[in-house]
């Protein structure tokens, strides 16, 4: 049983750290580079990425982490709790919140409503105020996700790092 327990472990790692790193590479390349193109360019680029990243290898690792890092904490409940298991728990609360509650409530909100604007035929002032009311706020959103994953990640790490005590038998 350990053995699975650990497997699971480290799929939840792995996942964690796959999500980390996709909005850890956003914030310090992505949105830069974005923010140098014109108000059409951006809006339509965000448009685009914003529909290419509902895919199944994004979803895999977004919705992984959302599940495995519950199931690992259960996993590592025992009677008098040990220090992997408030760190996993810390992980779950954290993911959950910064990472998965962010997107839902924020990240995903703004996609939708940007996805509905028709970029074709309008005026650059209302290019101009479609992305004033967009991206400084799904940045900052973004900036939220990136270091709740990263903290994420960090807590699986240390929990990784901790002795796990052996349930008595």
């Known amino acids: 049983m350990r053995t699975l327990v650990n497997v699971i472990l480290v799929a939840t790692g792995i996942t964690s750290a796959l999500m980390a790193g996709l909005f850890y590479a956003y ?15 951006y809006l339509s680029a965000m448009q685009s990425i914003n529909r290419a990243i509902l895919n199944p290898v994004f979803f895999l690792g977004f919705m992984g982490a959302l599940i495995l890092l519950p199931l690992s904490t259960f996993l590592h409940y025992q009677q008098q709790p040990s220090a992997r298991f408030w760190l996993l728990l810390g992980a779950t609360i954290v993911y959950a919140v910064g990472v998965f509650g962010v997107t839902a409530a924020g990240n995903v909100p703004m ?17 101009a105020a479609q992305r004033l009311q967009f991206e400084e706020k799904w940045n900052s959103l973004n900036m939220i996700r990136t270091v709740a994953s990263v903290l994420t990640v960090t807590l699986v790490i240390i929990a990784c790092l901790c002795p796990q005590k052996v349930p008595a038998k």
Not at 30 to 35: D, M, P, S
């Open 27 to 41: 914030s310090c390349s992505v949105t830069l580079g974005l923010a140098r193109l014109s108000d059409h360019a």
């Open 111 to 127: 996609n939708n409503m940007l996805d509905a604007f028709n970029i074709s035929g309008v005026s650059a002032e209302q290019l």
